[in-house]
Protein backbone atom coordinates (compact mmCIF):
# COMPACT_ATOMS: atom_id res chain seq x y z
CA UNK A 1 0.00 0.00 0.00
CA UNK A 2 2.96 2.37 1.06
CA UNK A 3 4.88 1.54 -2.33
CA UNK A 4 1.84 1.73 -4.69
CA UNK A 5 1.43 5.06 -2.93
CA UNK A 6 4.57 6.36 -2.95
CA UNK A 7 4.88 4.96 -6.45
CA UNK A 8 1.56 6.68 -7.13
CA UNK A 9 2.45 10.15 -5.46
CA UNK A 10 6.16 9.56 -6.96
CA UNK A 11 4.76 9.02 -10.23
CA UNK A 12 2.17 11.57 -10.36
CA UNK A 13 4.76 13.99 -8.97
CA UNK A 14 7.72 13.20 -11.27
CA UNK A 15 7.70 10.37 -13.99
CA UNK A 16 4.18 10.78 -14.21
CA UNK A 17 3.34 13.90 -15.48
CA UNK A 18 5.07 13.22 -18.23
CA UNK A 19 4.43 9.71 -19.03
CA UNK A 20 1.15 9.55 -18.37
CA UNK A 21 0.29 12.87 -19.56
CA UNK A 22 1.23 12.42 -23.26
CA UNK A 23 -1.13 9.49 -23.47
CA UNK A 24 -3.67 11.13 -22.01
CA UNK A 25 -2.83 14.14 -24.39
CA UNK A 26 -2.14 12.72 -27.44
CA UNK A 27 -5.23 10.44 -26.55
CA UNK A 28 -7.34 13.70 -25.24
CA UNK A 29 -6.51 15.32 -28.76
CA UNK A 30 -6.04 12.26 -30.97
CA UNK A 31 -10.02 11.88 -30.14
CA UNK A 32 -11.24 15.31 -30.49
CA UNK A 33 -9.38 15.72 -34.10
CA UNK A 34 -11.09 11.99 -34.75
CA UNK A 35 -14.43 12.94 -33.83
CA UNK A 36 -13.79 16.96 -34.82
CA UNK A 37 -13.70 16.07 -38.74
CA UNK A 38 -16.87 14.03 -38.23
CA UNK A 39 -19.04 16.40 -36.57
CA UNK A 40 -17.88 19.44 -38.48
CA UNK A 41 -19.68 18.35 -41.42
CA UNK A 42 -22.83 17.14 -39.04
CA UNK A 43 -22.99 20.65 -37.70
CA UNK A 44 -22.20 21.70 -41.43
CA UNK A 45 -25.14 19.74 -42.73
CA UNK A 46 -27.46 20.80 -39.57
CA UNK A 47 -26.13 24.76 -39.96
CA UNK A 48 -27.37 23.92 -43.62
CA UNK A 49 -30.48 22.02 -43.00
CA UNK A 50 -31.54 25.34 -40.95
CA UNK A 51 -31.52 28.00 -43.38
CA UNK A 52 -33.56 25.41 -45.60
CA UNK A 53 -36.09 24.85 -43.04
CA UNK A 54 -37.07 28.08 -42.69
CA UNK A 55 -37.94 29.24 -45.83
CA UNK A 56 -40.30 25.45 -46.00
CA UNK A 57 -42.02 26.58 -43.13
CA UNK A 58 -42.72 30.01 -44.35
CA UNK A 59 -44.03 28.04 -46.84
CA UNK A 60 -45.78 25.87 -44.71
CA UNK A 61 -48.77 28.17 -44.56
CA UNK A 62 -48.86 28.79 -47.78
CA UNK A 63 -48.29 25.04 -50.06
CA UNK A 64 -49.89 23.03 -47.38
CA UNK A 65 -50.82 19.40 -47.53
CA UNK A 66 -48.68 18.02 -50.15
CA UNK A 67 -45.76 19.74 -51.28
CA UNK A 68 -45.17 20.44 -47.48
CA UNK A 69 -45.26 17.19 -46.12
CA UNK A 70 -42.37 16.30 -48.41
CA UNK A 71 -40.08 19.10 -48.22
CA UNK A 72 -40.30 18.90 -44.52
CA UNK A 73 -39.75 15.05 -43.87
CA UNK A 74 -36.71 15.37 -46.41
CA UNK A 75 -34.41 17.68 -44.74
CA UNK A 76 -35.23 16.15 -41.41
CA UNK A 77 -34.27 12.48 -42.30
CA UNK A 78 -30.97 14.16 -43.92
CA UNK A 79 -30.04 15.71 -40.84
CA UNK A 80 -30.10 12.39 -38.86
CA UNK A 81 -28.50 10.33 -41.60
CA UNK A 82 -25.03 12.21 -41.95
CA UNK A 83 -24.35 10.06 -44.51
CA UNK A 84 -26.05 11.95 -47.35
CA UNK A 85 -25.21 14.40 -48.83
CA UNK A 86 -26.72 18.48 -49.15
CA UNK A 87 -29.93 18.67 -50.87
CA UNK A 88 -28.99 19.81 -54.24
CA UNK A 89 -32.19 21.09 -55.30
CA UNK A 90 -33.59 24.46 -54.40
CA UNK A 91 -35.24 25.83 -51.80
CA UNK A 92 -38.40 26.28 -53.08
CA UNK A 93 -39.76 29.91 -52.40
CA UNK A 94 -43.35 30.27 -53.13
CA UNK A 95 -43.36 33.83 -55.15
CA UNK A 96 -47.00 34.81 -54.83
CA UNK A 97 -47.30 37.25 -51.35
CA UNK A 98 -50.00 36.12 -49.27
CA UNK A 99 -50.92 33.13 -51.40
CA UNK A 100 -53.37 31.39 -48.48
CA UNK A 101 -54.94 34.82 -47.96
CA UNK A 102 -54.12 33.86 -44.15
CA UNK A 103 -51.56 37.00 -43.68
CA UNK A 104 -52.82 40.32 -42.34
CA UNK A 105 -51.53 42.28 -45.39
CA UNK A 106 -54.71 41.77 -47.83
CA UNK A 107 -53.66 44.80 -50.05
CA UNK A 108 -51.27 42.44 -52.16
CA UNK A 109 -54.08 41.28 -53.76
CA UNK A 110 -56.11 43.63 -56.06
CA UNK A 111 -59.75 42.43 -56.06
CA UNK A 112 -62.78 43.80 -58.48
CA UNK A 113 -65.88 41.40 -57.18
CA UNK A 114 -63.55 39.46 -55.74
CA UNK A 115 -63.91 38.85 -52.02
CA UNK A 116 -61.54 37.44 -49.54
CA UNK A 117 -63.98 35.30 -46.81
CA UNK A 118 -63.09 34.28 -43.70
CA UNK A 119 -64.92 30.91 -43.25
CA UNK A 120 -62.45 27.95 -42.18
CA UNK A 121 -64.74 25.41 -43.29
CA UNK A 122 -64.56 26.74 -46.85
CA UNK A 123 -61.08 27.49 -46.79
CA UNK A 124 -58.54 24.86 -48.88
CA UNK A 125 -55.96 25.62 -45.94
CA UNK A 126 -56.46 27.47 -42.74
CA UNK A 127 -59.76 29.80 -42.48
CA UNK A 128 -59.62 32.50 -45.42
CA UNK A 129 -60.24 31.89 -49.55
CA UNK A 130 -60.80 34.09 -52.44
CA UNK A 131 -64.16 33.94 -53.45
CA UNK A 132 -65.63 34.51 -57.07
CA UNK A 133 -69.62 34.88 -56.59
CA UNK A 134 -71.04 35.38 -59.95
CA UNK A 135 -75.26 35.27 -59.20
CA UNK A 136 -77.10 35.97 -62.64
CA UNK A 137 -74.17 37.53 -64.38
CA UNK A 138 -72.86 36.67 -67.67
CA UNK A 139 -69.46 35.66 -66.70
CA UNK A 140 -67.81 37.47 -69.41
CA UNK A 141 -65.68 39.92 -67.66
CA UNK A 142 -65.31 41.98 -64.30
CA UNK A 143 -64.04 39.60 -61.85
CA UNK A 144 -60.09 40.11 -61.21
CA UNK A 145 -57.83 38.61 -58.16
CA UNK A 146 -54.67 40.45 -59.17
CA UNK A 147 -51.11 40.70 -57.68
CA UNK A 148 -48.14 42.36 -58.89
CA UNK A 149 -45.34 40.25 -59.10
CA UNK A 150 -41.73 41.30 -59.23
CA UNK A 151 -38.02 40.45 -59.98
CA UNK A 152 -38.66 37.03 -62.30
CA UNK A 153 -36.15 35.74 -64.37
CA UNK A 154 -36.96 35.37 -68.10
CA UNK A 155 -34.88 32.57 -68.13
CA UNK A 156 -36.62 30.31 -66.21
CA UNK A 157 -39.65 27.89 -65.44
CA UNK A 158 -42.04 29.06 -63.52
CA UNK A 159 -45.08 26.61 -61.77
CA UNK A 160 -48.43 28.10 -61.11
CA UNK A 161 -50.56 26.43 -58.46
CA UNK A 162 -53.54 26.94 -56.76
CA UNK A 163 -56.60 25.14 -55.33
CA UNK A 164 -60.35 25.26 -56.10
CA UNK A 165 -63.75 24.61 -55.30
CA UNK A 166 -67.47 24.99 -56.30
CA UNK A 167 -69.53 26.08 -53.57
CA UNK A 168 -73.46 26.24 -53.32
CA UNK A 169 -76.05 26.53 -55.61
CA UNK A 170 -74.87 26.24 -59.32
CA UNK A 171 -76.52 27.48 -62.08
CA UNK A 172 -74.44 27.50 -65.72
CA UNK A 173 -77.13 26.28 -67.92
CA UNK A 174 -75.55 25.70 -71.30
CA UNK A 175 -72.77 27.63 -70.55
CA UNK A 176 -69.39 26.51 -69.66
CA UNK A 177 -67.33 28.19 -67.18
CA UNK A 178 -63.39 28.28 -66.29
CA UNK A 179 -60.88 29.55 -64.42
CA UNK A 180 -58.01 31.38 -66.19
CA UNK A 181 -54.30 32.65 -65.12
CA UNK A 182 -53.32 35.97 -66.83
CA UNK A 183 -49.79 37.39 -66.97
CA UNK A 184 -49.94 41.00 -67.93
CA UNK A 185 -53.11 40.38 -69.81
CA UNK A 186 -51.64 36.78 -71.54
CA UNK A 187 -53.50 33.67 -71.06
CA UNK A 188 -51.37 31.30 -69.20
CA UNK A 189 -53.50 28.44 -67.86
CA UNK A 190 -57.38 28.23 -68.12
CA UNK A 191 -59.44 25.43 -66.17
CA UNK A 192 -62.72 24.11 -67.01
CA UNK A 193 -64.75 24.86 -63.24
CA UNK A 194 -65.80 21.76 -62.28
CA UNK A 195 -68.60 21.66 -60.46
CA UNK A 196 -68.55 18.07 -58.99
CA UNK A 197 -68.11 17.66 -56.56
CA UNK A 198 -69.07 20.44 -54.45
CA UNK A 199 -67.19 21.71 -51.66
CA UNK A 200 -64.78 19.60 -52.81
CA UNK A 201 -60.87 21.13 -53.71
CA UNK A 202 -59.27 20.30 -57.41
CA UNK A 203 -55.44 21.42 -57.93
CA UNK A 204 -54.78 23.44 -60.72
CA UNK A 205 -51.30 23.84 -61.79
CA UNK A 206 -49.32 25.13 -65.00
CA UNK A 207 -46.21 25.78 -65.99
CA UNK A 208 -44.82 28.69 -68.29
CA UNK A 209 -41.94 31.26 -68.88
CA UNK A 210 -42.21 34.74 -67.83
CA UNK A 211 -42.24 37.19 -70.58
CA UNK A 212 -41.27 39.99 -68.16
CA UNK A 213 -39.67 40.56 -65.03
CA UNK A 214 -42.60 42.19 -63.40
CA UNK A 215 -45.94 41.10 -64.61
CA UNK A 216 -49.70 41.31 -62.93
CA UNK A 217 -50.78 37.52 -62.28
CA UNK A 218 -54.73 37.67 -62.52
CA UNK A 219 -57.31 35.14 -61.82
CA UNK A 220 -60.50 35.56 -63.46
CA UNK A 221 -63.75 33.13 -64.21
CA UNK A 222 -64.97 33.38 -67.85
CA UNK A 223 -67.96 31.46 -69.14
CA UNK A 224 -69.09 30.60 -72.47
CA UNK A 225 -72.08 31.79 -73.73
CA UNK A 226 -74.70 34.65 -73.19
CA UNK A 227 -76.94 33.16 -70.60
CA UNK A 228 -76.41 33.94 -67.00
CA UNK A 229 -75.06 32.23 -64.33
CA UNK A 230 -74.53 31.62 -60.89
CA UNK A 231 -71.13 30.34 -59.67
CA UNK A 232 -69.79 30.44 -56.33
CA UNK A 233 -66.20 29.55 -56.48
CA UNK A 234 -63.38 29.19 -54.08
CA UNK A 235 -59.39 29.89 -54.63
CA UNK A 236 -57.13 29.53 -51.76
CA UNK A 237 -53.26 28.65 -51.77
CA UNK A 238 -51.78 30.59 -54.74
CA UNK A 239 -48.28 29.21 -55.46
CA UNK A 240 -45.59 30.28 -57.93
CA UNK A 241 -42.19 29.04 -57.59
CA UNK A 242 -39.42 28.32 -60.27
CA UNK A 243 -38.95 25.07 -61.11
CA UNK A 244 -35.85 25.20 -62.93
CA UNK A 245 -33.61 26.48 -66.45
CA UNK A 246 -36.69 27.29 -69.06
CA UNK A 247 -36.25 25.04 -72.47
CA UNK A 248 -34.19 25.90 -75.34
CA UNK A 249 -37.03 25.73 -77.53
CA UNK A 250 -39.86 27.19 -75.52
CA UNK A 251 -43.33 25.39 -76.75
C1 LIG B 1 -56.04 42.99 -63.00
O1 LIG B 1 -55.15 42.85 -64.07
C2 LIG B 1 -55.78 42.96 -65.33
C3 LIG B 1 -54.74 42.62 -66.37
O2 LIG B 1 -53.53 43.29 -66.16
C4 LIG B 1 -56.33 44.37 -65.49
O3 LIG B 1 -56.97 44.51 -66.73
C5 LIG B 1 -57.31 44.63 -64.37
O4 LIG B 1 -57.74 45.95 -64.43
C6 LIG B 1 -56.68 44.37 -63.02
N1 LIG B 1 -57.70 44.46 -62.00
C7 LIG B 1 -57.48 45.03 -60.85
C8 LIG B 1 -58.60 45.00 -59.89
O5 LIG B 1 -56.41 45.56 -60.57
C1 LIG C 1 -81.72 35.02 -61.27
O1 LIG C 1 -82.67 35.87 -61.82
C2 LIG C 1 -83.97 35.29 -61.90
C3 LIG C 1 -84.89 36.28 -62.54
O2 LIG C 1 -84.29 36.88 -63.64
C4 LIG C 1 -84.48 34.91 -60.54
O3 LIG C 1 -85.69 34.25 -60.63
C5 LIG C 1 -83.48 34.00 -59.85
O4 LIG C 1 -83.87 33.76 -58.53
C6 LIG C 1 -82.11 34.64 -59.87
N1 LIG C 1 -81.17 33.71 -59.31
C7 LIG C 1 -80.44 33.99 -58.27
C8 LIG C 1 -79.52 32.94 -57.81
O5 LIG C 1 -80.49 35.07 -57.71
Redesign the pocket.
Given at each position: MRWVSLCAVLGAALLAPAVNARPCQTRSTRTPSATHSPTLPISSIISVSTPISTPVSSDVSVSLSTPVSTDLSTPVGSTTTPTSTPTPEPTPVNLIQNGNFEGEDVSVWALRTVTIEEDAAKAASGSHYARFYL??ESGAGGNHLNQTINGLDTSRLYRLSFSGAVFGLT?LGDATCEIQALANGDKKGAWPIRTIPVGSYSSYDTNFIADAEDFVLTFRIRCSGQN?V?LDFAVDDIVLRDIGTAPVSPV
Open positions: ENDLT
